[in-house]
């Protein structure tokens, strides 16, 4: 295949990942890792590095915007880092020496959870109690703004929250993808974080998790900027404007069908991992 | 109550200025990566690639002094590769400055766990971890 045709191929694939993605808030990297090794046929530590990259662009680009309204804790954020970057980089340090199906195999099945978290639909269990002493130690508490008035909200749970999280870093740095959906168990279930602010605040710590384990690829000449090029434009031109259609439209059957083709995807993943296709 | 108030807002600039510098690094990396494509494809765009296989040599900028080498000598994929660093680098910014904040709000405990997090970040710059 020509430079030329690889590179509109890749860039509007990222392009309708980032775009769905923003939609439907699952990261780019569930497309765009199926999109170059099952459709195009690139060796899958390729595609982790070029996905880690886009992970970075949709972070940075939905945080930048998220960070200026007051939603997202930065106490939190910073707290939950110190699991996910010591965990991203034990990822990306162990990905090189699995074997390429038992990647497959494992992101396989992170994409089945993953699209059954996305249609589950979520319980606000957040709540003011009185929280434990880690998250009064930390100064985890915090307040956000909603139509009737600024919040306040309590974390609960701290220890098992920062477990959880240190394995979504681990899983993020294997497979090269944001794992959003453990994040969330983390947050959401676990630590009884509020939505909204556990919603702004996972995507505010993707960025610092994927860069940390962005830096082993780079080193190791998984990143190859033929296919990090169109995939991180495509992605962020998709998010962009995915994050402006949102705001007028319904997403809840969009969601349906994105849930089925990535079950879809999930199940050729498996499938040819576990038939050593990949 | 007061200082309740005076924290609030103290964070609101940060937040706003973190906004910012977030914003600015996407822009800026984007720019540079579209740059550098733009090079790759008007020089390379009928040349067959083949990624079936992962080859550590291959790219050739897989480190930092390689690809400022490559800078000055203008090559698209080196190019790339910067903007891709630059993108890389935006996130880690914001804990530099995270920290700052915290320092001027004398949130030392928060100073050290941003310490720890950075420490983490530039360990893996040296190529150590990669055997």
């Known amino acids: 295949m020509s430079v030329l045709l690889f590179t509109i191929i890749v860039l509007a694939g990222a392009f309708l990942a980032g775009l769905v993605g923003s939609l439907t808030g699952l990261g780019g990297g569930v497309i765009i890792i199926p999109l170059l090794t099952l459709v195009l046929g690139v060796d899958i530590h390729y595609a982790i590095g070029a996905s880690i990259v886009s992970v970075i662009a949709t972070s940075s680009g939905s945080a930048a915007a998220y960070v200026k309204e007051g939603i997202t804790n930065i106490r939190i954020g910073m707290f939950l880092e110190m699991a996910t970057t010591i965990s991203a980089i034990i990822g990306a340090v162990v990905t090189v020496y699995l074997d390429p199906s038992y990647i497959a195999v494992i992101f396989g099945l992170i994409l089945l959870f993953s699209a059954a978290m996305m249609i589950v639909k979520k319980l606000d269990r957040s709540d003011n109690d009185t929280s434990g002493k880690l998250a009064m130690f930390f100064k985890l508490n915090g307040t956000y703004p909603t139509e009737e008035g600024v919040k306040k909200y309590a974390v609960h749970r701290v220890l098992g929250g920062f477990i959880m999280m240190f394995f979504a870093g681990i899983i993020s740095g294997l497979l090269g993808i944001g794992s959003g959906a453990l994040k969330v168990i983390a947050m959401d279930n676990i630590m009884r974080i509020p939505f909204k602010v556990s919603t702004t605040t996972s995507n505010f710590m993707m960025g610092v998790t994927a860069a940390a384990s962005a830096i082993v690829y780079l080193h190791r000449g998984q990143i190859d900027p033929g296919i990090a090029m169109p995939v991180t434009i495509g992605v962020l031109c998709g998010a962009t404007l995915g994050s402006k259609i949102l705001v007028k439209t319904k997403t809840d059957k969009l969601k349906v069908v994105f849930a089925a083709v990535v079950t879809f995807l999930a199940l050729q993943m498996i499938y040819n991992g576990l038939s050593g296709k990949l | ?131």
């Open chain 2, 1 to 131: 109550m007061s200082s309740d108030k005076r924290n609030f807002f103290a964070d609101r600039d940060i937040q706003v200025i973190l906004g910012t510098l977030l914003r600015v690094g996407v822009i800026a990396s984007m720019s540079v990566v579209m740059i550098g494509g733009l090079l790759y494809l008007f020089s390379d765009h009928a040349v067959l690639i083949d990624y079936r296989n992962f080859n550590p040599d291959k790219s050739g900028f897989s480190s930092i002094p390689a690809i400022l080498i490559g800078l000055k000598d203008l090559d698209s994929k080196a190019i790339i590769q910067f903007g891709t660093l630059l993108l890389i680098f935006t996130p880690v910014a914001r804990v530099v400055f995270s920290i700052f904040s915290f320092l001027i709000e004398r949130d030392y405990l928060y100073v050290l766990i941003g310490l720890f997090v950075l420490s983490i970040i530039l360990y893996s710059l040296s190529d150590k971890l990669v055997g």
